[in-house]
């Protein structure tokens, strides 16, 4: 014989029991399952796709910047070339006045990170890292050099007169 305090007790069971079959509490079930398998769906693949993507972004970073140091040099050997042609002939002078604020402005502004300008022989013309202070803001804010990227290098050839013409290979590293 049911007696209305045994029902009374039982009562909290029976909601719990009948909640799934009701319409509305199966389709919230569904749903939070199909979210749940989603995020972690889309966080496994973050995980895998995510660091390589920015390895790739660094170096791509750094090849632009050795390339964009190429064009800080054609450009000033064009202005040095009508002001002071003996300054591009003279390996010392071109390396000292021309490469080597080049390769400084481009440490500190373009690559932030280590620029190296070398002869095709090998023989370097000009090497140049970022200026102490902003390489401690940077790492201040948290951005270490990452050591999966490898140096990037550009080569180019700069004409230093009319019948002649070094090449140069610009590489920036620790970006």
Not at 115 to 125: A, L, N, R
Not at 134 to 161: F, I, K, M, T
């Amino acid at each position: 014989m049911r007696s209305p305090r045994t029902d009374a007790l039982f009562e909290p069971v029976r909601r719990v029991v009948a909640l799934p079959q009701r319409l509305n509490a199966r389709l919230v079930l569904a749903l939070a399952t199909v979210v749940g398998v989603a995020l972690l769906v889309s966080g496994i693949a973050l995980a895998q796709i995510l660091p390589g993507y920015f390895v790739d972004q660094a170096e791509r970073r750094a090849e632009t910047a050795a390339r964009a140091t190429s064009l800080l040099v054609r450009t000033n050997a064009d202005f040095l070339r009508q002001q002071r042609p003996a300054w591009l002939l003279t390996p010392e002078l071109r390396n000292t006045r021309l490469l080597r604020p080049v390769a400084e402005n481009a440490a500190t502004e373009l690559a932030q990170g280590t620029v190296v300008i070398t002869y095709g022989d090998g023989t370097i013309g000009a090497l140049a890292e970022p200026d102490p202070a902003a390489d401690a803001a940077l790492r201040e804010q948290g951005l270490l050099p990452d050591p999966e990227v490898a140096p990037q290098s550009y080569p180019d050839v700069l004409r230093v007169s009319a019948g002649s013409s070094v090449q140069l290979i610009y590489t920036s590293r620790t970006v």
